[in-house]
DNA sequence: GCGCAAACTAGAACAGATTCTAATCCGTGT
DNA sequence: ACACGGATTAGAATCTGTTCTAGTTTGCGC
């Protein structure tokens, strides 16, 4: 059962699955959820970080476990998507037990969620040494978008699982609102998501959910490059018209 | 393994989700694929009907069969989800054996979209009767949408299975354009998603997207009735611009 | 009435995610 | 140096989707 645990012990929970989780009901033993007495909320870095417990000693060696463990897991998934991404692998190819994995990452998903992020991180690092340089908002937005398109389109198997899950993912890490945000960043001067209007904010985030599904449509392989380029275009046009400074 | 067969058989094969299939590779033995000399190319009739074989004797049998299943596994997972919905859960209420329900259903996904066609088929039947009533396309297009966010959110368990399962699935019925033909029916005159302009239905495409992200922020208890409203109005309102007779 | 092929059935078998267990490690406080 | 608790580990055990097997049933043409 995915009934997850109350965040508790002196590890580095990174799971981001959680749900209101109405009343499931496996049968079999109803584990109570309880367990460890330490508590901590989680301080939250940027991406869910491994947030060390209480003291700080052995998290050196932790950050390096859960870097070995993402890394293969991002080497699995990139070739083979995440079917070829198994749990007992990537604990294998990490060097871990599978019950440290799940230690790390309470499920495959938390994982995957993991990776995602990273890609993330670099498509924002990307954007930062290169800025888009579109003369309208649409158009930087639009080759923002675009740039991060190419980049998953160079690993389709890697993207399609990603993307997928990303969508899947009860994520407490709104993809969404990072994108949205990043979307504004580009689009008008000194927006932000705090600084934009509701609209402005609810237009981003629409042309973010348009990408999306149009990535997933090019991986179900229904659309090519040029004709998201085009369907992208013409929804920002119209979504983020008037959002120049 | 997933390896979809070559439909063959004189059975109502249902699936849709068809890939690919870059070189999966699960180890163990590597049944060719094969089986059945007979053939035949499902006639496909509106959602994946039965398509009875050659004959067309014991289509009636099967067709009870088939609505049983699905009637089966509707009500699972109205209450549970997708998770509650287990092929074998369903096989039993539906008093098939599980192999008669792979035979109808070659995945779990095939049986999730068999349910979510039903669902929209219903909304459209609601469209029929009554039309949506608003002045402008996109108060046209909100209504609708609104509608059927009112109707799935009766029943979020069942909503969430099926709304991910869509995403997920790697269906050839293109639930996306279902959704794209009905906006635009509802929004232009005369407008079809063959008589629209490409700009048009990629406009509609785009509405829908942003509908279903919405939905599924929803669902994920990020957003209210209300903020999928304004969402939706906002969006509609720009996308749809200028799309009266 | 007989024989065949496809559809069905019951149930075992497999695979991969997730959970559980018992034993060992390791860093910290004493 | 010693005890303690959380972190790890190896591996068994569960759970559920999917596949496979062997035997039975059913509709049809002869």
């Given at each position: 059962?995915?009934?997850?645990?109350?965040?508790?012990?002196?590890?580095?929970?990174?799971?981001?699955?959680?749900?209101?989780?109405?009343?499931?009901?496996?049968?079999?033993?109803?584990?109570?959820?309880?367990?460890?007495?330490?508590?901590?909320?989680?301080?939250?870095?940027?991406?869910?970080?491994?947030?060390?417990?209480?003291?700080?000693?052995?998290?050196?060696?932790?950050?390096?476990?859960?870097?070995?463990?993402?890394?293969?897991?991002?080497?699995?998934?990139?070739?083979?998507?995440?079917?070829?991404?198994?749990?007992?692998?990537?604990?294998?190819?990490?060097?871990?037990?599978?019950?440290?994995?799940?230690?790390?990452?309470?499920?495959?998903?938390?994982?995957?969620?993991?990776?995602?992020?990273?890609?993330?991180?670099?498509?924002?690092?990307?954007?930062?040494?290169?800025?888009?340089?579109?003369?309208?908002?649409?158009?930087?937005a639009v080759d923002?978008?675009?740039?991060?398109?190419?980049?998953?389109?160079?690993?389709?198997?890697?993207?399609?699982?990603?993307?997928?899950?990303?969508?899947?993912?009860?994520?407490?890490?709104?993809?969404?609102?990072?994108?949205?945000?990043?979307?504004?960043?580009?689009?008008?001067?000194?927006?932000?998501?705090?600084?934009?209007?509701?609209?402005?904010?609810?237009?981003?985030?629409?042309?973010?959910?348009?990408?999306?599904?149009?990535?997933?449509?090019?991986?179900?392989?229904?659309?090519?490059?040029?004709?998201?380029?085009?369907?992208i275009e013409?929804?920002a046009?119209?979504?983020?018209?008037?959002?120049?400074?």
């Amino acid at each position: 059962m995915r009934t997850s645990h109350a965040g508790a012990a002196t590890v580095p929970p990174d799971h981001v699955t959680h749900r209101p989780d109405p009343g499931r009901q496996t049968p079999g033993r109803a584990t109570g959820a309880s367990q460890g007495p330490a508590d901590e909320a989680s301080p939250g870095g940027p991406h869910g970080a491994p947030a060390p417990a209480s003291q700080g000693a052995r998290t050196r060696s932790q950050h390096q476990r859960r870097k070995r463990i993402v890394q293969a897991a991002a080497a699995l998934a990139s070739r083979g998507g995440v079917e070829a991404m198994q749990m007992r692998t990537v604990a294998e190819r990490a060097g871990v037990a599978l019950g440290t994995l799940y230690r790390y990452f309470p499920s495959k998903m938390d994982l995957v969620v993991a990776v995602v992020s990273e890609e993330i991180d670099l498509l924002e690092t990307s954007i930062e040494r290169r800025p888009p340089s579109a003369a309208t908002p649409a158009g930087r937005a639009v080759d923002v978008l675009m740039r991060a398109t190419r980049g998953l389109m160079r690993e389709p198997e890697l993207a399609d699982a990603l993307i997928r899950s990303l969508i899947m993912a009860e994520v407490d890490t709104p993809f969404g609102d990072r994108m949205a945000g990043l979307l504004l960043r580009v689009s008008g001067e000194g927006l932000t998501l705090g600084s934009a209007t509701e609209e402005q904010v609810a237009l981003a985030g629409s042309l973010g959910s348009v990408w999306v599904h149009e990535l997933l449509e090019m991986l179900r392989g229904r659309r090519t490059y040029e004709q998201i380029q085009r369907r992208i275009e013409i929804a920002a046009d119209r979504l983020l018209a008037g959002f120049g400074a």
